[in-house]
């Protein structure tokens, strides 16, 4: 049998689940800040996973929220890790529907017996393994664009470092940012937030960027309010992304854009999974079958379908 969904409602006028575009008044700065409430909550309560491991995918989740929040057509944007650690791979994708939503889902891989050695408290660079890993970026808008991706060493203590690199180092852009997730300390659902800024490119289109002194400035001062923020500031559900940016940055004054609105989604479906059994043969397909079923569980959100073997076979229901 199927487990039943995960269903956890926003409270009456939360603000939470939506990224927000904004500008420095007066400087070449933009940048994007993000609030996770129940989607954050639902996509890691769908495995039980180490608080280190649930925080770290949180983080993740946030930053695809940020970069895909970018996307202007239908697409998706996928960021995973590889690694020779006790998370080999983790994994978050955001996708852009018609309708203007993002939706998000995530997974981590987990090694208990290595993750075991690192006690209660593991690093980030403990637990990702960077001096063997990397992270990858792909860009994925439909068959009339080009597949995009790129791939950054997991250096550094937290993922906001990896990120700021992979920044730094694939697109020249001078790029600062925090991400968090932790527990709410009242109700105890995960909650996540991440704020970035970066320095727009003043006319060096096709050029490596170059700041001068004003600019340089002005980039120096926006990047230094923005990393002042507090963790439990991104997470704080009486604090929404407008109040957290005007407190921020209300010395120069910040410009906000319309909200992109973030939900839970899985893009696992019956009709999918049929398809991909139907290319087994009749002895795998034999092996797979416990009691009559055969059970497919989706790595993202936990979901078991249940099909019968003659289903299996024909790739219809």
Partial sequence: M??????IKDPAGSRD??????????????GRAVRL??????????HNYPEPVARIL???????????????????????????????MLVADFELKADGTGYLRGYADIDHDKLSTYG?????????????GYLAL????????????GIVDLKGETLSDVARNYFLNSEQTPTAMRLSCDRDPVTGHWRAGG??????????????????????????????????????EMLDPQ??????????????????????????GCRCDRARLLTVLSQFSDDDIEHMTVDGNIGVNCQFCNKTWDFTPEEARGGTA
């Fill in 2 to 7: 199927s487990e039943a969904p995960i269903v």
């Fill in 239 to 264: 604090l929404d992304l407008d109040q957290l940016l005007y407190r921020l940055f209300n010395e120069d004054g910040v410009r906000v854009f319309e909200a992109a609105h973030l939900a839970k």
């Fill in 58 to 88: 949180g983080e993740l989740l946030a930053l695809a929220a940020l970069l895909g929040s970018i996307l202007k057509f239908e697409g998706i944007i996928t960021i995973q890790t590889k690694s020779g650690g006790p998370i080999p």
């Fill in 37 to 46: 409430g129940t989607v954050a909550d639902q996509v890691l309560s769908a």
């Fill in 195 to 232: 704020i970035m800024v970066q320095h727009l490119a003043r006319g060096e289109t096709g050029r490596e960027r170059i700041l001068d002194r004003e600019t340089e400035e002005h980039w120096n001062r926006a990047s230094a309010l923005m990393l002042s923020v507090k963790p439990e």
């Fill in 17 to 30: 689940n939506e990224v927000r575009p904004f500008q420095i008044e007066g400087m070449d700065v933009r």
């Fill in 120 to 132: 209660k408290n593991p690093s980030f660079h403990g637990m990702i393994g960077s001096k063997s």
């Fill in 138 to 149: 792909t860009i994925d808008q439909g068959q009339d664009m080009e597949r995009y991706q």
